[in-house]
């Protein structure tokens, strides 16, 4: 393949074309949420770019969150979005809020997005054909936040060797029937581990793990299991950080063979991250 410039950032070249080739057949998740999703122009340059990677032969699954919406339709209703270790408290008020924002609002803005692409998608939740069956967070009765206690692959395996593009929302019901809020790179940890996924890429509101978060000069393109153990135990890794970085490691510890973060508002960063040696974000191995 000739050198051919989409941008002035983003080349197709002969290390572009070798990495494509590499990765024909693979199978990706990615996680979208954070600022990506909230600006329209960023929303339509994401999809895009996830258009083109499933054009080249790349088998992808999309796992989104919805936070801000979420939290702009609490306030509406009078509900205080809560939060713990990055977590989303979820009460039973705040869980009908998160279906709906997320199962409704969301997950079909972006299924009609991929659509007008020609990009076939369909939008499913965890309650479809028990996607992902959640478990409770923690002993409370009353806080329906979860994690994801069983996935079943066959249904993502029909639809992307077929040619569709999975969308999906980390709303799941428990095996008693309740409704939960999962963590949404929660979500997409566990389908990426479930089918042994190539790559797991979460699309973020930063460059990725940076040594100084005030700086993005300090990001940390390369890292292991062990530098992310000694960051956290510095307390460079936290907060929000702390949720996505656990995803992260539970990949890489179930079979899944790389994690990047990168920022997903950035133009052409998912292109860059992945059809080019010079990368963007942060990419975890074990």
């Given at each position: 393949?000739?050198?051919?410039?989409?941008?002035?950032?983003?080349?197709?070249?002969?290390?572009?074309?070798?990495?494509?080739?590499?990765?024909?057949?693979?199978?990706?998740?990615?996680?979208?949420?954070?600022?990506?999703?909230?600006?329209?122009?960023?929303?339509?340059?994401?999809?895009?770019?996830?258009?083109?990677?499933?054009?080249?032969?790349?088998?992808?699954?999309?796992?989104?969150?919805?936070?801000?919406?979420?939290?702009?339709?609490?306030?509406?209703?009078n509900l205080n979005p809560q939060f713990q270790n990055g977590v989303r408290v979820t009460d039973a008020s705040t869980v009908e809020v998160v279906e709906m924002v997320l199962s409704g609002q969301v997950n079909k803005k972006i299924v009609s997005l991929f659509n007008n692409v020609n990009i076939p998608a369909v939008g499913l939740s965890g309650k479809d054909t028990n996607l992902f069956i959640a478990s409770p967070i923690s002993k409370d009765s009353k806080n329906f936040t979860g994690i994801v206690s069983k996935v079943s692959t066959n249904l993502l395996y029909t639809l992307t060797s077929n040619g569709f593009l999975p969308v999906i929302s980390s709303v799941a019901s428990s095996a008693a029937g309740y409704t939960y809020n999962i963590n949404a790179d929660t979500v997409a940890s566990a389908i990426a581990s479930s089918i042994k996924a190539d790559k797991l890429i979460l699309l973020t509101d930063t460059p990725g793990i940076l040594e100084d978060r005030s700086n993005s000069d300090t990001l940390i393109k390369d890292l292991n299991v062990e530098k992310i153990k000694k960051l956290k135990v510095n307390g460079i890794i936290k907060d929000g950080m702390i949720p996505k970085v656990n995803s992260c490691v539970s990949a890489l510890n179930n079979n899944v063979k790389a994690v990047h973060i990168i920022d997903g508002r950035l133009r052409y960063s998912l292109l860059n991250e992945l059809f080019t040696y010079r990368r963007i974000g942060s990419m975890i191995v074990l």
């Amino acid at each position: 393949m000739s050198n051919f410039m989409i941008s002035d950032r983003f080349y197709f070249s002969s290390e572009t074309s070798f990495l494509i080739k590499k990765y024909i057949g693979s199978t990706f998740v990615i996680k979208y949420g954070g600022s990506a999703m909230k600006d329209e122009v960023i929303q339509s340059n994401v999809i895009e770019d996830i258009s083109l990677i499933c054009s080249l032969g790349i088998k992808v699954i999309v796992v989104h969150g919805g936070g801000y919406l979420i939290d702009t339709w609490l306030k509406k209703l009078n509900l205080n979005p809560q939060f713990q270790n990055g977590v989303r408290v979820t009460d039973a008020s705040t869980v009908e809020v998160v279906e709906m924002v997320l199962s409704g609002q969301v997950n079909k803005k972006i299924v009609s997005l991929f659509n007008n692409v020609n990009i076939p998608a369909v939008g499913l939740s965890g309650k479809d054909t028990n996607l992902f069956i959640a478990s409770p967070i923690s002993k409370d009765s009353k806080n329906f936040t979860g994690i994801v206690s069983k996935v079943s692959t066959n249904l993502l395996y029909t639809l992307t060797s077929n040619g569709f593009l999975p969308v999906i929302s980390s709303v799941a019901s428990s095996a008693a029937g309740y409704t939960y809020n999962i963590n949404a790179d929660t979500v997409a940890s566990a389908i990426a581990s479930s089918i042994k996924a190539d790559k797991l890429i979460l699309l973020t509101d930063t460059p990725g793990i940076l040594e100084d978060r005030s700086n993005s000069d300090t990001l940390i393109k390369d890292l292991n299991v062990e530098k992310i153990k000694k960051l956290k135990v510095n307390g460079i890794i936290k907060d929000g950080m702390i949720p996505k970085v656990n995803s992260c490691v539970s990949a890489l510890n179930n079979n899944v063979k790389a994690v990047h973060i990168i920022d997903g508002r950035l133009r052409y960063s998912l292109l860059n991250e992945l059809f080019t040696y010079r990368r963007i974000g942060s990419m975890i191995v074990l």
